[in-house]
């Protein structure tokens, strides 16, 4: 059989439901794998005797009912874990241990899932590349000293070098699909309200939302379907009818309405990214979608938008690290004293200057001009896409605007790193869900992502077609273990 | 419009961030160069558009004013810095 570490998480609940291999088993492939890969830097804390435990506790009484029987997950470190330290790649959380539970993850452990260990993420999820988590870099196992995207870095670095067999992320502006664009992997964001936000660290309330990052389709597939749920807990989850994901599963997609917008061929762009872009739209033709071209004529402000209101709701979100209930504390002549050394020694640059920058927007003289102004030109992104759906039911996009780059490269200028989220961006602003494929790579060999976006609560729409996209790309990761002795 | 040194202090107060003098420059240089980048939206009219201010079309849930959690003061109390039986401590703010 091949290496239990490169099978699906399909054919790991598939080989352990027929008794081929037991939890135990699949728990100690990844765990000696993960420790034979700390060159990644995947996780920031490892919950490897824990996981051996509660597999063989599996095992004893297994229930082959669960949609994942005994299958070991490693989660990004932005969700809370009951009892497991939970740092959101940041100092002021270095010594946090929650006590209790993101609804996410338990309705993960409800359908047995284990704990693996918390995945390295940049700080507060707020990077592209995962170079702003206290934690240090994290390596992009396609080649040495590659970024493996963010902010969800460590999840894609661990899933591409099959650390996990699938993982979770959050995705604020695109800290799923990017990084699963750079790493080969595929990144799911599902419509915002789908997944609790109840226990995952905030960052953008009006924006986050968790998601399933897996090897192929299917996978996220199964994920999602386990970790969408309704939740009383948070204020802005939706109740709906939320489909069987897995099993609805489609390759059919005859018939389905696929935009291409316009306004995506950005200035600059490569050359590379615009035939990644023409084959993809071939690949939909071949798999019997209906090819249209569109017009989201806002896309341009998506960006300047997403900067403004994503700062002002981390600002304030942020607000509540003050050396007081919990974390970092750093010593103080006054308690004013007190809250701006903690906070100053706490947070890292990047973390800084968005609270900065949600800080002046939000201050008296400055919120009609910046964060109404923002939340006016967010309407009109939106309504390109509710226009656009009048006519298609499906948008196809590059994920981002280039393939990974190399560590250091961007981290000085910060508006060049904000340009990597280009493509993601409108689709948190409108709510929508989005899905990052693997569709090709550049003359590096890196790989590089197609995104199909849907109409909000369609998930089952995007998958299908990615689905039946996957069938046709083909994509085979090219991962040499080179970080292995 | 440019973000000077005095403004940037000031923001870092309202923010509670303790700032150098040095870094207070290069955040003043990093935030002229992202408003640079924002100031674009000022292209747009936007009089006659409602603002955006959440994209979950619902309305928010009442829920009966009843306590759920059992008795969590201790959990509470685990993570914090400094405690002293059933309270935090903070330096003193009352001379």
């Known amino acids: 059989m091949t290496e239990i570490t490169s099978l699906s998480l399909f054919e790991l609940i598939k080989n352990i439901k027929e008794k081929n291999i037991s939890s135990n088993e699949v728990a100690k492939s990844f765990i000696d794998r993960s420790e034979k890969s700390k060159k990644l830097n995947a996780y920031v804390t490892e919950n490897f005797e824990n996981c051996l435990k509660l597999s063989k506790e599996f095992d004893n009484k297994p229930n082959f009912d669960l949609k994942l029987p005994g299958i070991p997950i490693a989660v990004k470190d932005l969700f809370c874990t009951n009892e497991v330290r939970t740092t959101a790649g940041s100092n002021i959380l270095n010594n946090f241990v929650p006590s209790y539970e993101s609804t996410v993850t338990q309705n993960i452990w409800n359908e047995g899932g284990i704990l693996l260990g918390k995945l390295n993420c940049d700080e507060f999820a707020m990077g592209s590349s995962n170079e702003t988590s206290f934690f240090g870099n994290v390596q992009n196992p396609i080649a040495k000293d590659l970024v493996p995207g963010g902010s969800s870095g460590g999840s894609s670095s661990a899933l591409a070098a099959n650390l996990t067999p699938i993982t979770i992320g959050t995705d604020t502006g695109g800290s799923i699909r990017q990084p699963a664009s750079f790493t080969g992997t595929v990144g799911l964001k599902p419509t915002y309200g789908s997944c609790s936000r109840y226990g995952i660290v905030a960052f953008a309330s009006s924006l986050d939302q968790a998601g399933p990052m897996s090897k192929d389709v299917k996978d996220s597939s199964i994920l999602l379907e386990v970790i969408s749920s309704f939740d009383k807990k948070d204020s802005t989850s939706i109740d709906f009818q939320r489909n069987n994901y897995s099993s609805e599963l489609t390759r059919n997609i005859k018939g389905i309405k696929i935009g291409i917008p316009k306004e995506y061929r950005v200035d600059g762009m490569p050359g590379e990214i615009e035939s990644l872009w023409k084959k993809g739209i071939e690949y939909a033709k071949d798999c019997g979608a209906e090819i249209i071209d569109i017009s989201l004529p806002h896309t341009s402000y998506a960006l300047p938008t997403y900067y403004i209101v994503?700062?002002?709701?981390?600002?304030?979100?942020?607000?509540?690290?003050?050396?007081?209930?919990?974390?970092?504390?750093?010593?103080?002549?006054?308690?004013?004293?007190?809250?701006?050394?903690?906070?100053?020694?706490?947070?890292?640059?990047?973390?800084?200057?968005?609270?900065?920058?949600?800080?002046?927007?939000?201050?008296?003289?400055?919120?009609?001009?910046?964060?109404?102004?923002?939340?006016?030109?967010?309407?009109?992104?939106?309504?390109?896409?509710?226009?656009?759906?009048?006519?298609?039911?499906?948008?196809?996009?590059?994920?981002?605007?280039?393939?990974?780059?190399?560590?250091?490269?961007?981290?000085?200028?910060?508006?060049?790193?904000?340009?990597?989220?280009?493509?993601?961006?409108?689709?948190?602003?409108?709510?929508?869900?989005?899905?990052?494929?693997?569709?090709?790579?550049?003359?590096?060999?890196?790989?590089?992502?197609?995104?199909?976006?849907?109409?909000?609560?369609?998930?089952?729409?995007?998958?299908?077609?990615?689905?039946?996209?996957?069938?046709?790309?083909?994509?085979?990761?090219?991962?040499?273990?080179?970080?292995?002795? | 419009m440019t973000i000077d040194l005095k403004t940037v202090k000031h923001i870092s107060k309202l923010a509670r961030i303790s700032l150098e003098e040095k870094k207070a420059e290069k955040l003043a240089n990093d935030m002229n160069s992202i408003f640079e980048f924002i100031e674009k939206l000022n292209e747009l009219k936007t009089e006659n558009v409602e603002p955006l201010t959440s994209i979950a079309e619902t309305t928010l849930r009442f829920r009966e004013d009843k306590i759920t959690s059992d008795n969590i003061r201790e959990k509470i109390l685990k993570n914090s810095p400094e405690k002293n039986d059933d309270f935090f401590v903070v330096p003193k703010v009352v001379e």
């Open chain 1, 310 to 485: 994503a700062p002002a709701e981390a600002s304030s979100n942020l607000a509540r690290y003050d050396g007081v209930k919990y974390g970092l504390r750093s010593s103080g002549k006054s308690l004013i004293d007190m809250y701006e050394k903690t906070r100053s020694e706490g947070f890292g640059e990047e973390v800084k200057r968005r609270i900065m920058i949600g800080t002046y927007v939000l201050s008296s003289g400055y919120y009609d001009a910046y964060y109404l102004k923002a939340q006016k030109v967010r309407q009109l992104i939106k309504q390109d896409f509710d226009q656009a759906y009048n006519k298609v039911d499906a948008i196809l996009t590059p994920s981002t605007p280039s393939s990974a780059f190399k560590i250091g490269e961007k981290s000085n200028d910060p508006v060049s790193m904000y340009l990597n989220d280009i493509f993601t961006v409108p689709v948190n602003l409108a709510g929508l869900p989005g899905i990052s494929i693997p569709a090709g790579v550049d003359k590096n060999n890196y790989p590089l992502g197609l995104q199909i976006i849907g109409k909000p609560f369609d998930e089952q729409t995007v998958l299908n077609i990615a689905y039946s996209m996957e069938e046709k790309i083909n994509y085979k990761t090219n991962i040499t273990d080179w970080w292995m002795e």
